[in-house]
DNA sequence: TGGCAGGCCAATT
DNA sequence: AATTGGCCTGCC
């Protein structure tokens, strides 16, 4: 039962009620693929972490949420978090009605939204993805922070921060390899170590406009185009980019004839990657 | 059981 | 400038 393994939800002092008007689907969410520690802990209790902040959120019904935050941390980390202030619902009702598939893709995929993630721990994490599935991307991340994040004690559980720049390189080979980050470990220790030696660099970055934002991240071994842009977008909510991997290419293949249809979707083309993306890993496209 | 996985990089044309 | 092989290692 629910209550007796959380009471601490059905706390008034410890949780809140709150009402999400927008599209919102937890679920979606963490499978989107942006974003690598967000679980579903239990049925229908979600976890995210950002920072040192843990939330335990879920959804009620309707518009209603439980989130086990106070009042504050809601409306000033975990709203811009989740992007509520932007209206979804508006922007795939923009979708052109010509555009067959990301209308399909769209309405599949309602309720995901683009999280506004750290850019540093969006930018490793990015690193790590590559040649790995989704799993094999969360557990490996899941490993550096057990073994170089701080301690977070929650009612519920233990979790560990996202390893700094400074801790991430002082780490020694031994054990990055323990972390399964195969032939990435010289990526993530000489990133980590130009991040550290620039502690304003990721700033920086904040203010370039997209190009040079994407240029000045390849600069960073073990980053090309695609970890850059996914960087972008999920670090930086730079949401006129849209990344290319595999399932995108397909995409690109199969139904927009080979041509890249994400100029045509401006500042809104980073949202529908995702839609599409999500909905083209769910129907197994090959 | 092996092949493959949300790429990147360097060597080769 | 464009193409291609190699790379660590966990997962299905």
């Known amino acids: ?10 706390r008034k002092e410890k949780s809140m009620h709150i009402f999400i008007r927008d599209e ?7 499978h989107s693929g942006q974003c690598f520690r967000a679980v579903e802990i239990n049925d229908g209790l979600f976890r995210f972490i950002t920072g040192r ?14 989130v086990s935050c106070s009042p504050y941390l809601w409306n000033h980390l975990w709203k811009p978090y989740f992007d509520l202030s932007e209206n979804y619902e508006a922007i795939r009702n923009s979708i052109s009605p010509n555009d067959h598939y990301l209308q399909k893709a769209a309405d599949y995929s309602r309720g995901i939204r683009i999280l506004r993630q750290d850019p540093w721990e969006t930018l490793i994490t990015f690193i790590i993805s590559q040649r790995k599935s989704i799993p094999a991307i969360a557990s490996a991340v899941e490993k550096l922070c057990q073994k170089a994040g701080e301690e977070i004690k929650t009612p519920l559980e233990i979790l560990y921060t996202f390893p700094t720049p400074q801790k991430l390189s002082s780490l020694s080979q031994e054990d990055l390899k323990a972390c399964s980050l195969g032939y990435r ?23 370039y406009d997209d190009e040079k934002l994407l240029n000045a991240l390849m600069e960073l071994p073990g980053v090309g185009i695609k ?25 690109i293949d199969q139904k927009y004839e080979g041509s890249n249809p994400f100029p045509t ?13 999500y909905y ?4 197994g496209m090959k």
């Not at 039962?1 to 059905?10: A, L, S, T, V």
């Not at 979707?265 to 993306?277: T, V």
Request: charged share 20%; with cysteine; hydrophobic share 45%.
């Open 227 to 251: 970890v850059a842009n996914c960087t972008a977008l999920f670090g930086f909510h730079r949401t006129a980019l849209a990344p290319v991997d595999v399932w995108i290419q397909r995409v």
């Open 53 to 66: 902040h843990v939330l335990y959120i879920r959804h009620i019904q309707g518009i209603r949420y439980d």
């Open 24 to 30: 919102f689907d937890l679920y979606k969410i963490i």
């Open 1 to 10: 039962m629910f209550i007796k393994k959380f009471p601490f939800i059905e």
């Open 280 to 283: 083209a890993q769910s129907t």
């Open 185 to 207: 470990i010289p990526y993530i220790s000489k990133s980590a170590e130009i991040i550290k030696k620039s502690p304003h660099l990721l700033k920086d970055m904040a203010t």
């Open 265 to 277: 979707y401006g500042q809104k083309a980073g949202i529908m990657q995702q839609y599409l993306f």
